[in-house]
T-cell receptor, first 114, second 112 residues
């Protein structure tokens, strides 16, 4: 498999502030990572594909200016939720694409916007 | 378009009983299929995957799944459930660009 970490595990912020979430591939150099969002009692929805050294590819309906993704190295991708609002409260999970076949997931980050 | 259907939102089984979680998919080509498990507040753990070859695949924790092309199904099974198996289970199909499309999930409850 692959070992994936996320930081922080949970964060509470005020409405209007920005929050950065880190996703690290600890044992594998990942050219591709994915960011998902999971609302309570719902399935995972892909937000964007993070590509090392290039711009992320966003899914339809996901605002790229609100959810900034940076994949500056082969082991780190960051998701920044800008000007967060209560409706952005969710569980954000990243995954590492290993070998173009299987994704391995991080433990997730719980975001609560007050 | 790719889609995954998990017909059962909740399933309750007794500890020691057998388990089958259903998954049906829609995909235009030969699919890559996955089962993941998620404990509350946690990320997803890969249980097993099917790419090609033997249609019965073995995974971790005693789980297995069978790919049936004629039924577009990839049901997950376990012969004897343990209390620690209580979690939410997601079936997923691998789509273009290595994206995953997930089903809605099935919550498994285990009663003693």
């Amino acid at each position: 498999g692959a070992v994936v970490s996320q930081h922080p595990s949970r964060v509470i912020c005020k409405s209007g502030t920005s929050v950065k979430i880190e996703c690290r591939s600890l044992d594998f150099q990942a050219t591709t990572m994915f960011w998902y969002r999971q609302f309570p009692k719902q399935s995972l929805m892909l937000m964007a594909t993070s590509n090392e050294g290039s711009k992320a590819t966003y899914e339809q309906g996901v605002e790229k200016d609100k959810f900034l993704i940076n994949h500056a190295s082969l082991t780190l991708s960051t998701l920044t939720v800008t000007s967060a609002h209560p409706e952005d409260s969710s569980f954000y999970i990243c995954s590492v694409d290993r070998g173009g076949e299987t994704q391995y997931f991080g433990p997730g980050t719980r975001l609560l916007v007050l | 378009a790719q889609s995954v259907t998990q017909p059962d939102i909740h399933i309750t089984v007794s500890e020691g009983a057998s388990l089958e979680l259903r998954c049906n998919y829609s995909y235009g080509a030969t699919p890559y299929l996955f089962w993941y498990v998620q404990s509350p507040g946690q990320g997803l753990q890969l249980l097993l995957k099917y790419f090609s070859g033997d249609t019965l695949v073995q995974g971790i924790k005693g789980f297995e799944a069978e790919f049936k092309r004629s039924q577009s199904s990839f049901n997950l099974r376990k012969p004897s459930v343990h209390w620690s198996d209580a979690a939410e289970y997601f079936c997923a199909v691998g789509a273009r660009g290595n994206k995953l499309v997930f089903g809605a999930g099935t919550i498994l409850r285990v009663k003693s």
